[in-house]
């Protein structure tokens, strides 16, 4: 994987906070970062995702599907 730099400017609070909690968990300040971008990324995307996806949904198919006749009731330890 193909890294690059980047200059990044923290205020020093937050910054001594990041690096105590880098150092706690026994990493460093540079790689709690990358997995704080990381992690932010991925939620950003997830949320992007199911947008996407509801934004393809057809509330009249989904109601067609719930209201459709069923099979045969639920039998015994069905619910375990």
């Not at 890294?3 to 150092?23: D, H």
Request: proline share 4%; charged share 30%; net charge neutral.
């Amino acid at each position: 994987m193909a890294s690059s730099n980047y200059a990044l400017r923290l205020p020093a609070s937050l910054k001594a906070i990041a690096a105590e909690i880098a150092r706690a968990d026994g990493t460093t300040l540079n790689q709690f970062i990358v997995s704080a971008v990381a992690e932010k990324v991925a939620a950003l995307k997830t949320a992007d995702y199911f947008a996407e996806r509801a934004a393809r949904g057809d509330r009249a198919a989904f109601d067609r599907f719930m209201n459709r006749t069923g099979g045969e009731p639920p039998r015994d330890g069905d619910e375990a």
